[in-house]
């Protein structure tokens, strides 16, 4: 039996919130609103301008199992 990692990268929660898979701030775990390219957290002010801008280059692999 091998162990397995939980634990999920900086890159990989940056990419659950561009495709809007993630609500949850990185900073608080509050919910994030979307406004316009940006992603905003009301509750503890912590912004991500432009991730949601086209071409903004987010390298989002993701391998199942």
Known sequence: M???SLHR????ELCALA???????LVCGEFV????TDI???ECGSSWPG???AGTALNC???AG
């Open 33 to 36: 609103s979307y406004q316009g």
């Open 2 to 4: 091998t162990v397995t």
């Open 9 to 12: 990268t900086l890159e990989q």
């Open 51 to 53: 991730l949601l801008a």
């Open 19 to 25: 495709r809007g898979a993630s609500l949850e701030c």
């Open 61 to 63: 692999e993701s391998q």
């Open 40 to 42: 905003v957290c009301s």
